[in-house]
């Protein structure tokens, strides 16, 4: 049962939606969307697109890296549109947004922390944080625009399938048992009542609907195997000693096919071997846990499980195809789906080639006393540096260092792209990637820009300044981490450590 600030915040996040749909309904001409590329930026933009399709409100829908000051500007170009949405991206962008579009009718539908305030009536920021929701956690993007399209209009309850998807991509099943909680909870539920999702405790394998059982196990990061992630051949090796049935005549067995008895199976030899090779208990674990299934798409398809729906979106966004991504979180099939699969085999081998550069004793990696950097040169694509780190930093030789990774890449621009991700535990002991990242581009100048949550954050600099800016990285995070150490030896050494991420706004967690 909620307690009656937590009704009150819940009321006034929904008036501040509210105060967003007025604008919009009144909207003169079309409405420009503008969402992230990543999948819970592309869920974001599908689920406002068919909120407003439904709606009868013209509108368009664009996909863009990040709203860097040179969008803005650019944005600002389009006189003839009086109506724009940014979701998933302009929380952290509002100074930009106010020297650029304060003329416009502006609704931000963000979860990234705000930096500053809007200057103008005419933009309306919907953000978690105000009314003590922790936007890294417990509502996402797509979250925000799910809530946006829900009180537009009842109907919208069948997107909160899509809702999820971005939940998930965005690595916000921080609850027990990788399940969703607080804002994101409630369009589960809302999911399940409306018929189009399904959540469940079962192998917590990546790729339940489509791939071989090995291959799902040598995918897996987390948990991390030792010996087995990442090594196809041990994970066949593994599996012929299950004796599970690996194929049904020749078709290759996934998880979803697995009966029961042959699920407990599985379970207990991954327990075993995890425990035997030194993993904690809570680590072996978390083999089990929530998944969360589209029960209106077809079994065995890429759509049918919500992270992997979320994988797959991520491949198109990263490699320029977000109006295919868009499309299908709207419910479009047709050939966008074969393409998308096309899409998504390329994105994997590039994601396989790049890993093979992320190792400890390799010459892109460098540690510092409190960071570690991965330099991908012009090896790798800028816009999949983030997944790069994201995947190095949930392996064990790399979360073992208990240092943040922070992964460089250069554009074609002269500028470069930077990626930072930290861990649960870092985040707990006072890491704030997002508060540390802005910190230190400021400090080189007007020219670069960045921000993000206190588990992942991003920036763009300008060539040359790479050095600068690991330089005051190193040292802010070091100011964070031993902050957090010097309080904590104040406070009563009973106190338990926290081990989800949270901010100082967070609310508690049921
Ligand atoms: O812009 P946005 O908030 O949508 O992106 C959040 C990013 O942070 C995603 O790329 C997500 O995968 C990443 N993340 C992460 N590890 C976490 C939490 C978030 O890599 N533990
Ligand atoms: O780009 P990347 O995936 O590394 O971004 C990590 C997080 O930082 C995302 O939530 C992204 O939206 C945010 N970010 C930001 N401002 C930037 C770049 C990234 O808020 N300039
Ligand atoms: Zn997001």
């Known amino acids: ?295 209106n798409e077809k079994p065995g398809t890429l759509l049918r499980d919500a992270r992997e729906f979320g994988s797959l979106l991520n491949s198109c966004g990263r490699l320029g195809a977000t109006g295919i991504a868009i499309g299908i979180c709207m419910g479009e099939r047709k050939f966008l789906l074969q393409e998308a699969e096309t899409i998504m085999k390329e994105y994997r081998k590039k994601i396989s080639q790049f890993l093979e550069l992320v190792t400890l004793d390799s010459e892109h990696v460098k540690e510092y006393n409190n960071l570690i950097v991965f330099d991908g040169k012009d090896v790798i694509d800028d816009t999949m540096i983030g997944t790069i780190i994201s995947i190095a930093i949930s392996t064990k030789s790399f979360a073992d260092k208990k240092k943040p990774l922070i992964g460089i890449a250069e554009s074609n621009d002269g500028t470069v792209k930077v990626s930072c991700r930290g861990t649960g535990p870092l985040v707990a002991m006072g890491l704030d990637l997002g508060l540390a990242l802005r910190g230190a581009v400021e400090s080189i100048g007007s020219n670069a820009e960045g921000g993000g949550h206190n588990i992942a954050a991003g920036a763009r600099i300008p060539q040359g300044t790479e050095q600068l800016l690991f330089e005051n990285l190193n040292i802010a995070i070091e100011k964070q981490l031993k902050k957090d150490e010097a309080e904590s030896k104040k406070q009563s050494s009973t106190k338990k450590a926290v081990k989800k991420p949270k901010t100082t706004t967070t609310k508690t967690t049921k």
Request: aromatic fraction near 8%.
């Open 1 to 295: 049962m909620s307690t009656d600030s937590e009704k009150q915040d819940f009321k006034g996040f929904i008036a501040k939606i509210k105060e967003g749909i007025d604008s919009v309904k009144d909207a003169k001409g079309t409405v420009l969307c503008i969402s992230h590329i990543d999948a819970d930026g592309l869920t974001s933009a599908g689920i406002i697109g068919k909120a407003l399709h439904r709606a009868n409100i013209q509108y368009q829908v664009r996909g863009v890296r990040q709203l860097e000051l040179p969008i803005i500007s650019e944005l600002s170009m389009l006189k003839n549109i009086k109506n724009f949405i940014f979701s998933d991206l302009g929380g952290g962008q509002i100074e930009g947004i106010n020297k650029y579009l304060s003329d416009r009718n502006i609704l931000i539908l963000d979860h990234h922390p705000v930096i500053t305030p809007p200057k103008s009536k005419s933009i309306i920021n919907v953000n978690p944080f105000p009314y003590n929701y922790d936007g890294s956690h417990q509502v996402s993007g797509s979250g925000i625009s799910y809530f946006f399209a829900k009180t537009l209009d009842p109907k919208n309850i069948d997107s909160a399938a899509i809702a999820v998807v971005g939940a998930l991509a965005d690595r916000q099943d921080k609850g027990e048992k990788n399940s969703l909680t607080d804002l994101n909870r409630i369009i589960v539920k809302d999911g399940i009542k409306a018929g189009v999702l399904e959540e469940n405790m079962d192998i917590r394998l990546f790729g339940r609907e489509t791939r071989r059982i090995y291959q799902a196990l040598e995918y897996t990061t987390d948990p991390f195997y030792p010996g087995l992630t990442g090594d196809g051949d041990m994970c066949i090796r593994f599996m012929r000693d299950t004796g599970i049935p690996q194929q049904k005549g020749d078709k290759w067995r996934t998880i979803q096919d697995l009966s029961e008895e042959e699920r407990r199976t599985l379970v207990q030899a991954l327990l075993t071997y995890g425990l035997q090779m030194g993993m904690s208990a809570e680590d072996a674990q978390s083999i089990l846990g929530k998944v969360y299934t589209l029960t």
